[in-house]
Nanobody, 117 residues
Framework: QVQLVESGGGLVQPGGSLRLSCAASGFTFRSALMSWYRQVPGKERELVAHIKNVSGSTIYADSVKGRFIASRDNAKNTLYLQMNSLKPEDTAVYYC??????????WGQGTQVTVSS
């Protein structure tokens, strides 16, 4: 059974930092394309970052380039998102997503990030 469990969200002031984690189980993590998405009420879920399985190379949304860093630890089956220089517009529920080689797509339950003074 595939499980993706996000953690690390919370309330932070503008300019602050947070580190999100996504603990994965039930599939071959190292082979999966892992991603972070976010969603605010009334809007579509949007891509934050992809991180590839083999190379670990990353792709970021323009809105977070230079501020967010996605990484993965294949030994720990964990995905991370380091978020720096946070802005109020980064407020959203952040989701972890796994795309397995088989084509199976799975989502975590999400973690709330609120950027406010």
């Amino acid at each position: 059974q595939v499980q993706l469990v996000e953690s690390g969200g919370g309330l932070v002031q503008p300019g602050g930092s947070l580190r999100l984690s996504c603990a994965a189980s039930g599939f071959t993590f190292r082979s999966a394309l892992m991603s972070w998405y976010r969603q605010v009420p009334g809007k579509e879920r949007e891509l934050v970052a992809h991180i590839k399985n083999v190379s670990g190379s990353t792709i970021y949304a323009d809105s977070v380039k230079g501020r967010f860093i996605a990484s993965r630890d294949n030994a720990k089956n964990t995905l991370y998102l380091q978020m720096n220089s946070l802005k109020p517009e980064d407020t959203a529920v952040y989701y972890c997503r796994a795309l397995q080689v088989s084509g199976l797509l799975s989502w975590g339950q999400g973690t709330q990030v609120t950027v406010s003074s």
